[in-house]
């Protein structure tokens, strides 16, 4: 068993652990593999939405041609496809897109059709709304967590796969924190205040700034495998207070500290996760550790462990990134104003 954080980002502490020493988890679990001389990740949210029926063919023409530049010269490492209705009733699609390399994303990002279709004025005039929401994070601000070591998800794939020692800081509350090396010397606090939105979104292109600190959280549930038993309490039992807590999110967590969230379905595939934007790690574990709508989702999943004796083929992960300023770009194309972090809660 291994600690969480790499040895080359281990530091003294000014920042406890809340765990002790000895700690022994009770189960297993992994973390994506590092990969030396890398020490920075890109996360891509590409996304278009429409609420207008009528213009269905045209936002999945852009988001076929989205999902078609992620291809080629410096292509992502990794690409997920997903959809949501959003809070506006807007339908949504989204590609995922994961590169372990900056440079090849700069890349990537400076070839003439990827820029030239971002930026053009088209855009703004042909029907759709358009986001790209780019985390940028460091080895020391990201972690990540998977209860199957054979099935790496998102930024796990494009970094090649997970560390198949078990890791030490899980399954207590604080032990995401203490999974983030830059935790170790920083309480990570988040920003106080946020500018007030533009009171008009639709027709133009809005640059949100980044924020101090930003929490991003993916996390995800993966059903493909499971069979009989086990997939009808997941999805009698634990997907419906699952889908609860994150409507909650959706419509009211800005009264916590969550700013967007979005609860996403793969296309054709089964599998699901939220995205969540939080003012702050803290008020992230808040809601974790303490709301009725987190404890509902927690003791659902310790009920379905407990029948199956926990032997689960369910698999479960998640990403989070807490994330300076700099390690942003936010960008709105003919959006709605409750849209991503455009939306002032």
Known sequence: MKSAIPFELQKPRSCPRSCPDGFKPPYPAWMVQGQPGRPQVVMAYFGVQYADADLRSRAEAGFSGICAMLEGDHAAGHVDQASFKDIADYETLVAVAYWSDPAAFGLWRARNDVAGWWESGDRLGDGPGYFREIFFPTNDRFETLFSNPSHPEGVAIAMGGLDLEEIQEHSYWGSMRDRIP???????????????PPAETVGRRIRVDGLRNLAVIRSGQDWEATRDAEREIYLSEIEPVL??????????????????NRYMRHRDQQKSFGLSYWRSLRDMETWAESHKTHVAIFEAFLQMAGKLNFQMDLRLYHEVSVLAPDQQFLEYINCHHLTGLIRNN
């Open 243 to 260: 889908d609860a807590g994150m409507r909650f999110l959706t419509t009211d967590g800005g009264s916590i500290g969550c700013w967007s």
């Open 182 to 196: 830059a935790a170790q010397v920083d309480p990570l606090d988040g920003a106080a205040t946020r500018s007030e």
